[in-house]
């Protein structure tokens, strides 16, 4: 069944924002920062700004643990993220509506006009994948940002798996959870479509990596 009601999909912004919030203060989080720096609470304090990228399927990690009014997150114009966008924007996020495939170009100008108001964040393989695939969008707004691009592997050891494209994780109550966070990635202001290409594939490179250790971390937990 398609939810299209619009007073429907904010009742089920309004529930699933309370009922992520009541999940997550029982939530256990564990964190291994490469560089300190990039860390978004020291970033907030010392006026650092990044583009933070995390998959699709780990959503509820940031929207609970990183919902400052300073995230500026990139949400699909897709049906599906209008539902998603009432919840984390309730949970704190700003929003931008878009993606790198549809109302791309439109959402990339936002994002960067963006940049003065704190940190950027994209999910780099929505709206529909491939899962842990990085698409080039993100890429091309770290180069027009000038913005360094934190790409975290994050994991829960507990949790729900959705039949979806990207196996969308649920955290059960009480799950541990654990974030590797590797160096961030820079990719000149005037990279060229091959430079931008070799930029895409170190961020999914490291994020790709990252979500292995951080599975195997929390694992043991």
Wanted: hydrophobic share 40%; with cysteine; charged share 25%.
């Amino acid at each position: 069944m398609k939810i299209q009601h619009p007073l429907l999909i904010q009742a089920i912004g309004c529930v699933g924002s309370r009922v992520v919030r009541r999940l997550g203060r029982t939530w256990d989080f564990h964190f291994r920062y490469e560089d300190p720096m990039v860390d978004p609470e020291v970033a907030r304090r010392t006026g650092r700004r990044y583009i933070y990228a995390f998959f699709h399927e780990v959503m509820l990690f940031p929207a609970y643990y990183w919902n400052w009014p300073t995230m500026n997150i990139l949400i699909s114009d897709h049906r599906d993220g209008e539902m998603i966008t009432q919840v984390v924007k309730r949970l704190g996020f700003g929003v931008v509506r878009g993606s790198t495939t549809r109302g791309g170009a439109r959402a990339l100008r936002e994002m960067t006009e963006r940049i003065d108001d704190g940190n950027l964040c994209v999910t780099p393989d929505g709206p529909r994948g491939p899962r842990r695939h990085v698409h080039q969008g993100i890429a091309y707004l770290a180069s027009r940002t000038g913005l360094p691009v934190v790409g975290a592997g994050m994991a829960f050891k507990d949790s729900w798996r959705a039949r979806s494209w990207d196996r969308f994780c649920i955290p059960k109550p009480g799950s541990q959870a654990a974030a590797v966070v590797p160096a961030p990635v820079f990719i000149p202001p005037d990279a060229d479509r091959e430079a931008l290409e070799a930029g895409r594939l170190e961020i999914e490179r490291r994020m790709q990596g990252a979500m292995v250790e951080a599975e195997a971390w929390v694992e043991k937990l």
